[in-house]
């Protein structure tokens, strides 16, 4: 059974007794007076606080949450409250639907930057962190409610966003963090809003990781350079200077000139190497992917540089090939570049009495070349750098024997164009083994630029 509400029942108890007065006052008897009069407030009750009841129903689905709900009262008493509350629950449904969306909007934002935020409340602990950063700083545990330190585990984050809570300003500080792998940051942190009583701190991370390495192999190149040429150029300006001051030997005279020649050389090769590599970085050389013979591209490249390794006491060979041929998907002219260059690595490297021998196969879906020799080897801690810009195992035998340190450089980035890859593989003392891989083309395949 339910009860009927207490505003029904007093309702119904006033409007009893103020019926009961009507009717004795009109001199009806007593007792039938009381029945009437009961009647009669119990009717006037139902009528006067259903309107009120279905209000009450109605604000409590509102805060329910059922925002759709409405009176739509025309004609009955309290139209006017009635139409208020329709449009009080429309705007309330409005304003959580608004709201809704720009929280949907604000994490697609938040999911979709490559920047790292980080949000605190007003205590100190986090509220809110973006896929990026968990991403950035590998943190892959339940963060929120717990502080940046105890997350972070990084002293100068936590004290620029400290410094950040407690000066109003914005803090910017570039930190070195730990995680998967040590990444260097730029943070900004900022407590918000700008006016008025403080809700907390945010903060954006930027991985200026890469930027950071990028600077680092430019001071590496401009120091390389200058040392590269600083080096012949001395030479030349000494013996030069040494000529015209007229104290040396008419006898000694031609190999004076020959240093000078020598070393004005090694300046012009250089020169050449950086201009190569720089056009091929900047995608101005113009490489054609077409079908191309490798083993017979392999068989001019060791033709052509045999008499100059017999020179040094080296003998040379391309392994017997595979039949039928095997045709790769890259530029004739990179390729055979690509091969003099490994060429010339393995001579600087080998020992007079040595062997260099060149393969060409197929492996995995790719045309496969290789360089072996049994010369000094690579020391494995060198083994990463190796085709770097100016890097050399042996600086010293590498510029005796005219080298640029730009060789390897010039390869790597030629396989890179043509789709490919190149590796090594070395011992100490026991020979190196370097190869790339390209594409294997069908025969059918047209000609199409790649630069």
Not at 76 to 93: F, K, N, Q, T, W
Not at 400 to 420: E, N, R, S, Y
């Amino acid at each position: 059974m339910r009860w009927p509400s207490p505003f029904r029942v007093v309702l119904s108890l006033l409007l009893a007794a103020l019926a009961a007065g009507v009717w004795l006052a009109a001199g009806v008897p007593r007792s039938w007076g009381l029945v009437v009069a009961l009647a009669v407030a119990l009717a006037l009750a139902q009528v006067l606080a259903a309107p009120a009841e279905e209000i009450r129903r109605f604000a409590q689905a509102l805060a329910a949450g059922d925002l759709g709900r409405r009176l739509r009262w025309r004609r009955r008493p309290g139209a006017e409250i009635a139409r208020a509350l329709d449009e009080m629950a429309g705007s309330v449904g409005a304003r959580i639907a608004a709201a809704d969306t720009e929280n949907e909007q604000l994490r697609a934002v938040l999911a979709g930057m490559v920047e790292g935020v980080l949000v605190l409340g007003i205590d100190g602990r986090i509220v809110l962190a973006n896929p990026r950063l968990r991403q950035m700083l590998s943190l892959w545990d339940e963060i929120e409610g717990r502080t940046p330190l105890e997350v972070i585990r990084n002293a100068g984050v936590d004290a620029a966003l400290r410094a950040a809570a407690q000066k109003g300003d914005l803090v910017s500080v570039e930190v070195a963090v730990g995680g998967a792998a040590e990444r260097v940051v730029l943070v900004n942190a900022v407590c918000f809003p700008d006016t008025g009583p403080r809700h907390g701190t945010v903060a954006v991370f930027h991985d200026v990781t890469e930027l950071r390495r990028l600077e680092g192999l430019r001071r590496d190149f401009v120091a390389n350079v200058s040392h590269e040429l600083k080096t012949p150029l001395t030479a030349v300006r000494g013996f030069a200077e040494t000529l015209l001051g007229g104290d040396v030997p008419n006898e000694e005279v031609p190999k004076y000139l020959g240093i000078i020649v020598k070393h004005a050389e090694r300046l012009a090769t250089l020169i050449d190497d950086l201009l190569e590599l720089s056009r091929i970085e900047s995608r101005r050389v113009p490489l054609q992917h077409a079908p191309v013979d490798v083993v017979r591209v392999a068989a001019g490249v060791v033709a052509g540089m045999e008499p100059l390794l017999r020179s040094k006491s080296l003998s040379v060979r391309l392994a017997e090939p595979q039949a039928p041929p095997i045709h790769a998907l890259g530029d004739r002219r990179a390729i055979e570049q690509v091969l003099t260059n490994l060429l010339d690595n393995a001579a600087k490297y080998t020992n007079p009495g040595g062997h260099i021998e060149v393969r060409v196969g197929e492996a995995g879906g790719c045309v496969r070349t290789e360089v072996r020799d049994d010369g000094i080897g690579i020391p494995e801690e060198d083994l990463p750098r190796i085709f770097e810009r100016f890097y050399r195992v042996d600086k010293a035998r590498s510029r005796d024997l005219g080298g640029t340190g730009l060789g390897l450089a010039i390869v790597k980035h030629l396989v890179q164009a043509m789709d490919g890859e190149v590796l090594v593989e070395s011992e100490l003392g026991c020979g190196s083994v370097f190869w790339f891989t390209l594409p294997v083309a069908p025969l059918d395949q047209p000609k199409r630029p790649v630069m």
